[in-house]
């Protein structure tokens, strides 16, 4: 049970939540990349998978030789504040890509919301270890309650399977971390309203 844990922990990495929930807007709203070959997605795909998973991991691994961090699971809350500073300027240099990649604008309102998303992380990990992994996977499922908002796909399939995942996921993360049930939840709120927020409050302006 502990060994299927922590498979899906790594497996559902928040890290990996971007670049999936990028890779799903693509596939299922043909707005999205209305303009893009599917060359061009792979590409792009390839790009941020650099800046949001790559230079994150790479970053993580120089603070661990340094000395500044005792693992790559960030066990300790003070650990966890530089990475997370990390992954916003990265995920920043991310969303920079999206913009001068013709995108539809919902594009850039999902990863401004994984930004804020990040960002109130960081901010609240100076008090308490909210948790990275449902706030992932939260914004993942609420970039696609966002898609299904703004422009009416049938979703229900990727959303029935994107909430089964998140229950295992905050399940696992209770059995293989030190996280309160608070922690799991909140983190998960806190990543479903940043996305689907920042995807749907431009639409009724």
Same mark, same amino acid.
């Given at each position: 049970?502990?060994?299927?844990a =922590? /498979?899906? @922990?790594y497996v559902?990495?928040?890290? /990996?939540?971007?670049l999936?929930? /990028?890779?799903?807007?693509l596939?299922?709203?043909p707005?999205v990349?209305?303009f893009?070959?599917?060359?061009? =997605?792979?590409r792009l795909l390839?790009?941020?998978?650099?800046? &949001?998973?790559v230079?994150?991991?790479? @970053?993580?691994l120089?603070? !661990?030789?340094?000395?500044?961090?005792?693992?790559l699971?960030?066990p300790? =809350?003070e650990?966890r504040?530089?990475p997370?500073?990390?992954?916003?300027?990265y995920?920043g240099?991310a969303?920079?890509?999206?913009f !001068?990649?013709?995108?539809?604008?919902?594009?850039?309102?999902l990863?401004?919301?994984?930004?804020c998303?990040?960002?109130? @992380?960081?901010?609240i990990?100076?008090?308490?270890?909210? @948790?990275?992994h449902?706030?992932?996977i939260?914004?993942?499922?609420?970039s696609?309650?966002?898609?299904?908002a703004v422009?009416?796909?049938d979703?229900f399939l990727p959303?029935?399977a994107?909430?089964?995942?998140?229950g295992?996921?905050?399940t696992? =993360?209770l059995l293989?971390s030190?996280?309160?049930?608070a922690?799991i939840?909140a983190?998960?709120a806190?990543g479903?309203?940043c &996305?689907?927020?920042a995807?749907v409050l431009?639409t009724?302006r």
């Open positions: 049970m502990l060994a299927a =922590r /498979l899906l @922990s559902l990495h928040p890290l /990996l939540m971007p999936i929930a /990028l890779w799903a807007m596939r299922l709203d707005h990349g209305y893009l070959s599917p060359a061009d =997605r792979l390839g790009m941020v998978a650099i800046m &949001t998973v230079f994150p991991v790479v @970053s993580v120089l603070l !661990r030789r340094a000395g500044l961090v005792t693992s699971e960030l300790r =809350r650990e504040i530089v997370y500073l990390m992954t916003l300027l995920g240099m969303l920079y890509l999206l !001068r990649t013709p995108l539809h604008p919902i594009a850039h309102a990863f401004i919301g994984i930004l998303a990040v960002a109130l @992380s960081a901010i990990t100076v008090w308490w270890k909210i @948790s990275a449902t706030v992932g939260g914004g993942l499922v609420g696609l309650f966002g898609l299904h422009h009416g796909l979703l959303i029935a994107a909430i089964l995942l998140s295992l996921l905050a696992a =993360r293989t030190d996280h309160a049930h922690q939840h983190g998960m806190l479903m309203l &996305t689907f927020c995807m431009p009724l």
